[in-house]
């Protein structure tokens, strides 16, 4: 059964940073693409970065580009998503989702291509 957990959420000032860990259990994701989530109150759930297997290619959200990095660990089985100058509009849910079917050139940007999430974990960035 493979379980995604997110860690490193919290609560920070407009303009601090976080990192944000996705450990993954049950099965090695060295082959599957992942990506980072996330979902605001009352709005849909969106794309925040992807990063292919191997860490061939990355892909971010055009709110979050020059502030966000993703990175994988595939010796820990694990993601993360470094988080700098944050801003308000950054609060959300962050969802971290496997895409078990995904190429080794580019990351898929939907909700729909990913297979597997976690639970979340809060981000609350104030002013």
């Known amino acids: 059964q493979v379980q995604l957990v997110e860690s490193g959420g919290g609560l920070v000032q407009a303009g601090g940073s976080l990192r944000l860990s996705c450990a993954v259990s049950g099965r090695t994701v060295s082959t599957w693409g992942m990506g980072w989530f996330r979902q605001a109150p009352g709005k849909e759930r969106e794309f925040v970065a992807g990063i292919t297997w191997s860490a061939y290619a990355t892909a971010y959200a055009d709110s979050v580009k020059g502030r966000f990095t993703i990175s994988r660990d595939d010796a820990k089985n694990t993601v993360y998503l470094q988080m700098h100058s944050l801003k308000p509009d950054d609060t959300a849910i962050y969802y971290c989702?496997?895409?078990?079917?995904?190429?080794?050139?580019?990351?898929?940007?939907?909700?729909?291509?990913?297979?597997?999430w976690g639970q979340g974990t809060q981000v609350t960035v104030s002013s």
């Open positions: 989702a496997a895409d078990s079917y995904s190429s080794s050139h580019f990351t898929r940007l939907s909700v729909d291509d990913y297979d597997y």
